[in-house]
Nanobody, 125 residues
Framework: EVQLAESGGGSVQTGGSLRLSCAAS????????MAWFRQGPGKEREGVAA????????YYADSVKGRFTISQDNAKNTMYLQMNSLKPVDTAMYYC??????????????????WGQGTQVTVSS
């Protein structure tokens, strides 16, 4: 089982930046897919970005391309989401997710078995 813990959320103004972190517990899997999702007020949870551990990003939502960057550090078992040029529409609870068997490693929440508790990001105008 993989345990995930997000951190780095907060409140920023439009145009600001934040970096989210997702620390994963030690895993027996050699590689797995990790992703960021978000859920805004009254909205469904949506995929933001995904990456294979030890690999390159495999998914970005159109709404964040060019502004957000997903990365991971295998040595630290940690995934990151660098968010630049933030907009009020980015306001949401951001969740970390992981799965060792995802073949697509995309933006569908049904691909992921393990979830963190979330970290709140609020962008004010």
């Amino acid at each position: 089982e993989v345990q995930l813990a997000e951190s780095g959320g907060g409140s920023v103004q439009t145009g600001g930046s934040l970096r989210l972190s997702c620390a994963a517990s030690a895993s027996t899997y050699s590689s797995y897919c990790m992703a960021w999702f978000r859920q805004g007020p009254g909205k469904e949870r949506e995929g933001v970005a995904a990456i294979y551990t030890g690999g390159h990003p495999t998914y970005y939502a159109d709404s964040v391309k060019g502004r957000f960057t997903i990365s991971q550090d295998n040595a630290k078992n940690t995934m990151y989401l660098q968010m630049n040029s933030l907009k009020p529409v980015d306001t949401a609870m951001y969740y970390c997710a992981a799965d060792p068997w995802s073949l697509k490693c995309g933006g569908s929440l049904y691909e992921y078995s393990y979830w963190g508790q979330g970290t709140q990001v609020t962008v004010s105008s």
